[in-house]
Structures are given as structure tokens and as C-alpha cells.
């Protein structure tokens, strides 16, 4: 079917860091957007908020009553690398195997999503030509989700661009289920990268003495293991989710002394300092200055010669000083909205899940604007970031199926705006 060919064709551009061919998945998107035949209705800007490299492209389709807040749709363009030797495919291929499995770097995280909305906003107008949405509804496809957001998502929220939309509800990538039910989200970690450091006593390799660099790290290092296990039994234990936890995983290591430019090491010397680097993740609900103090005294004393340094990826509060959480109540009158749209083609949603890892979402929500994280893959393996990402054919085109649902009723929605 075509709109499967459209999901290889972009799937097919690789916008995987370090280098993501950011102009070419645009000028596609763009295209895709504009062979959408409804003349004079739907449009399309490109905006460059930090260089030429970087550009985000937006896609509206008017409302009749564009003094309603709009609806805003995310997907993010960029991936993160692949390792095309560990694959069974090369991960740019969009092979579609036998059993209709499409293997790509990014079929579910997140090009899926980018290219059923346009297939949805299609069928919705080839169905019903005289379709006109009440709420605005927009697109973006933005750069660098995978490195932060930084240079796109957290840029766009401050333009001009993004305030004149009047953006009410917000729609962001999900995760894929293993069962039959649509999973959703409304909250992200949020992520802190941790770096630690240990200077010591430099010596003789063959010495025997306290306080050595190396030492004081692995010291942390167990303690640092010790409380990830306490976090990981609590999961294990079925007492909490994943995603209800502090996660703290171990990224790097680094210590010792180069022998020259061979990559290999002085084996007869003692580093006077050593680090590690850990993805930490923390729900919404924890209080981030216990983690903090728990790092300092720790993980990182200074009575052990340790320092340490806490990059912040994004907000833990909203503008409010609330963590940022989007209600799945009568509070929110978009949650049942989104819930009946979901349920009226067919689909079930289970429980609303926090997110593990972390989205753009958090952009939204800081400004207090209701979000989901929602990417229609159901019995399907999660394997973002994974080798062999893939996604199934059918899977795909039920998704399609089921942002129809989601954008018509998103869009004619009239009731209160909280
Ligand atoms: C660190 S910002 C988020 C980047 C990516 N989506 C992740 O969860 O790791
Ligand atoms: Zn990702
Ligand atoms: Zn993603």
C-alpha cells in the first residue's frame, strides 16, 4: 500500500546522530504534507531556530474557530546511531520482511508517528472531502529530541511562532505494548547526567596504599550499585513500575594513564584520577534535593576525595513548582476525550503509565499544557534504541486507523478549556 511505501521512503533517510540529514527528512515531510489534495487548505513553514542544519518543519491544517486553544501533534526527526553490523538488515533499509516486518533505525522511535499523521489527516479528507477541523491542528517534526531538545524543542517553545499558536493539548510519542492494549503516558523521567570524580594518591603500580583514585571511584561505584539494586528489587518485587523508580545506570568509566597514542595504557602507574559517568532518571514525584544529598554524602564525599557534577536535562516542575504530571481525570477534560477517541475505533488503553526514559512532553508540560506520550503499537516487542528495530506493516496501518479517531475528535472538541 502507499502509505507503507511513504513509511520505507522516510524511514529509508537517515537522520541518525552524529550526522542526521535533517533537509532531506524535511523536503520529504513537506512534500508528503503538500500531495495531501486539498488545495488551499492545509500549510507548511520551515523554521530555523538556531542554524541552516536545524530546521523544524510545521504542518496546519486551519480550524473553523481558530480563537479555541489548537492541537498540536509532535514527532521528533532525528534517531539515535545505529550499529549496521549487529543488525539483520542494514538499519536504513526499511527491508519489509516476509511476515511484514519493516526493520529500520527509528520505525518505532519515532518515524511511525510522523508519517501516520499525515497518512490519518489523509484518509480523514479522502473519506470526507468537505472536512474542516474546528480547533487548529498542527504538526511539528522537530530536530535533536535525542540529544536534549535543546536546539529544537526547548528553542521552539520560546519562538513567536509557538506562542501564536495557542496550543491547548499536545500530543507526544509513546512506547510500544506487548499486549493487545494501546499504552499511554502522562509523565516522563526526567534526566540527569551524573558525572563523578576521584583524585587520589598516584603511585608505583606494584605499591600497596590507601586513598588511590582508582579505589575511592570503585568505592563509589559499589555504593552507587547498592542503591540501584534496592531500587531494581522494588520493581522486580512488583511493588513499583520501572518508571517508578530512581534509576541510576552506569555510562562510562575513565582512568588511567595513556601510553601514548595506541589506546593502550601505562600498566605500571597508579591514575590520580578516575570518573564515571551514570543516566540518571528520576519519576516526577521524587524530591530531587534527597537525591542530591544522597549523592553528595554518598556517592560522592568529599571526606573520599569525590566530587561530583549534575547536568540537568530539562525541568522536574512546571512553572508552578509542580511536578509535571497531565492529569487522567474529569480534571482534565482531554483525557476523556482522548480515551473515548481511542475506544471508538476499536482500541483499548491500558492503565496511564510515567514514561521511563524521556520525551520533548516535558517542554509542554512546564508550561502547564495538558500532554500525552502515545505511539499506537500494540504486541509489538519495544525496541527503541534497540538493534533490529522494527515495526509491523499491520501494526502501522492500524495506527493510521486509530489517529483518524484521535485527530477528529482532538479537533472538534468545544468543551471548557482548564
Ligand atoms: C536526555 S533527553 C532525552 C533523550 C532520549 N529521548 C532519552 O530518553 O534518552
Ligand atoms: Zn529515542
Ligand atoms: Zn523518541
Known sequence: ???????????????????PDYSAAVSF?????????????LHTRTLY?????????????????PSLPSILLNSHLDSVPAEPSKWSHPPFSAVRTKDGSIFARGAQDDKCIAIQYLEAIRNILHKDPGFRPIRTLHICYVPDEEIGGLDGMARFVESQEFRDMNVGFFLDEGQASLNDEYRVFYADRSPWNLVIKATGQPGHGSKMFDNSAMENLMKSVEVVSRFRENQF???????????????????????????????????????SEAEGGYDVR????????????????????????????IVEKGPLRDYMGRPLITATNDSNPWWAVFKHAV???????????????????????????????????????????????FLKDTVFLEGIKVYESIIKALTSFKGATP
Open 1 to 19: 500500500t502507499p502509505a507503507i511505501t511513504r513509511f520505507q521512503q522516510y524511514l529509508r533517510i537517515n537522520t541518525a546522530h552524529p550526522h
Open 29 to 41: 515531510l513537506d512534500g508528503l504534507a503538500k500531495s495531501i489534495p486539498i488545495p488551499n487548505l
Open 49 to 65: 531556530l538556531t542554524t541552516p542544519q536545524k530546521p523544524l518543519l510545521l504542518v496546519t491544517l486551519p480550524g473553523s474557530n
Open 233 to 271: 528489587d522494588l520493581v522486580k518485587a512488583g511493588v513499583l513500575a520501572n518508571s517508578e523508580v530512581i534509576s541510576a545506570n552506569p555510562v562510562y568509566l575513565r582512568a588511567g594513564i595513556p601510553s601514548s597514542s595506541d589506546g593502550k595504557f601505562v600498566m605500571n602507574m597508579q591514575p
Open 282 to 309: 528520576l519519576p516526577p514525584t521524587v524530591d530531587p534535593d534527597l537525591l542530591k544529598k544522597r549523592i553528595a554524602d554518598e556517592w560522592a564525599p568529599a571526606t573520599r576525595n569525590m566530587s561530583y557534577h
Open 343 to 389: 475506544e471508538d475505533c476499536g482500541g483499548k488503553l491500558s492503565k496511564p503509565e510515567i514514561l521511563a526514559s524521556t520525551t520533548d512532553a516535558r517542554y509542554m508540560r512546564v508550561r502547564g499544557i495538558p500532554t500525552f506520550g502515545f505511539s499506537p503499537m500494540k504486541n509489538t516487542p519495544i525496541l527503541l534504541h534497540d538493534h533490529n528495530e
